[in-house]
């Protein structure tokens, strides 16, 4: 494989080389029942077993011959100037919604008195409680100081972190910097930006972006998956907008990463199919699992350059199996559906992610051990399943795919 660039993904399930994770921290810790439809959770985690499943996730990998580095790691090795180190800082206070001048002040002191820069990283990602704070003398209180609310951050804490799908996606020798569905998770895009910027691996390799943080419309990495060289597939649902997908596509073309078409999967816009790799994912060259609960309602869409710097868009009539097979050169591809088919078992599976699959090389593929009903119907078609533990993980409505951001494949 020829791969002079530090990212090189062209495929969903190329022999995954380097991998990019982040282990859960201290802000799983500053969940609270009353604020979690406001951090996008569903339940609160225990840190400890989180670890411990994630620690053994990232073990599967590396003894799959993967290499996994950390985002906390590549942001902290990214801050390599007091400059860089102290426009990350400001740039994160800017984002951060603080309500107060000096509280702002307060807290900037903290993190600039932060010597490590991974020690930094990881206080920027777990929130802030007003409890960590100096008490701000009366006299000294602006007028929204005075009469800020009970609630307990002066900037809220990043749980959703450790699906590393999100922030961004890597395709061919690209980059998606995304912007964000919610605000809480739209800062996580802060540490890819220094990473890509500033990180000794990255900074000088030029490396493509083909969206930015900087746009006013949404778009996340579950719904961007690369089906081949030549074709990408993204979600239009709850957390990507239909507008960003042209965005995105113009700039791929424009570009020149070699992409031809893009599939545009548009399904039901609610949070339990939140984005297309809930529902849909690529694990061998002739095989897909899939939700059979977005079946009837799925509309496919084909948008391929128009050769004016515009787009052609064409809705796909055929079935998804054969759109999918036309389009990766096959005669004919395996659509393997959550749960066998049942419909109690496909509704229980899907919402603890078993259609959310890490393919780490054709027909091998990472999956959470506790969708059985899932991992024996994949075995039945002849998939390799590392399994996992993920009763805490799960918590947070993510399996293995969602917790992974691939930055190397083999080409297929």
Known sequence: ??????????????????????????????????????????????????QKEHDAFAEALRAEGVEVVYLEDLTAEALTTDEIRSAFIEEYLEEANIRGAQTKVAIREMLMNIKDNKELVLKTMAGVQKAELPEIPEESKGLTDLVESDYPFAIDPMPNLYFTRDPFATMANGVSLNHMYSETRNRETLYGKYVFKFHPEYKDADVPMVYDRSEDTRIEGGDELVLSKDVLAVGISQRTDAASIEKLMKNVFEKGLGFKKVLAFEFANNRKFMHLDTVFTMIDYDKFTIHPEIEGELRVFSVTPDGKGGLNIV?????????????????????????????????????????????????????????????????????????????ELVRGRGGPRCMSMPLVREDI
């Open 315 to 391: 809705e796909e009539k055929a079935a998804l199996a054969d759109v999918l097979a036309e389009n990766l050169g096959l005669e004919k591809v395996e659509l393997i559906r959550c749960g066998a088919g049942n419909v109690v078992a496909a509704a229980r599976e899907q919402w603890n992610d078993g259609s959310n699959t890490l393919t780490i090389a054709p027909g091998v593929a990472v999956v959470y051990d506790r969708n059985t009903v899932t991992n024996k119907k994949l075995e039945e078609y002849g998939i390799r399943l590392i399994k996992i533990r993920g009763s």
């Open 1 to 50: 494989m020829s791969n002079q660039q530090p990212i090189h993904v062209f495929s969903e399930i190329g022999k995954l080389k380097k991998v990019m994770l982040h282990r859960p921290g201290a802000e799983l810790e500053n969940l609270m029942p009353d604020f979690l439809e406001r951090l996008l959770f569903d339940d609160i985690p225990f840190l400890e077993d989180a």
